[in-house]
């Protein structure tokens, strides 16, 4: 399960998350939401968000539905056997596809600077997934 701390640093980015999946152990799907300046794959509708937490007070916690997202979905959670964070944005089935990737850390505070990074920093990193979509 991922720490409410850290759940509060991605909605301070202006990210949502997703509820935890089991499947990942807690971890969360991380969407940036249109309205969020940053890095984005222009024209692109990158579909529906599954129920995201609006706020990190449980109190005031809702389930909403993001119809619209310029940018791809990643994965962050913890991997308790490797001991280590993940960051992940695979599209591919049966593959890797060029954009894809799968990075490891070993703390929360460096896989939460690889989603900042993703998200609002070199656009190169998300441009790599154009691509992918325009060979489709």
Not at 60 to 82: G, N, Q, R, T
Not at 119 to 124: E, I, Q, S
Request: glycine share 8%; proline share 4%.
């Amino acid at each position: 399960m991922i720490h409410q701390k850290y759940l509060d640093r991605l909605i301070e980015m202006g990210l949502w998350h997703s509820e935890p999946i089991h499947l990942f152990n807690g971890g969360v799907r991380v969407r940036k939401p249109i309205e969020t300046t940053g890095n984005n794959i222009a024209g692109s509708d990158h579909g529906l968000v599954d129920f995201v937490s609006e706020d990190s007070d449980e109190a005031k916690a809702k389930e909403v539905l993001i119809e619209v997202s310029d940018a791809p979905m990643i994965l962050f959670y913890h991997d308790e056997e490797a001991g280590k964070w993940v960051v992940s944005a695979v599209d591919g089935c049966g593959g890797m596809l060029p954009g894809d990737f799968v990075n490891t850390w070993d703390t929360a505070e460096e896989a939460l600077k690889d989603i900042e990074d993703f998200y609002f920093g070199d656009p190169a990193r998300m441009n790599a997934k154009v691509y992918v979509k325009q060979d489709f």
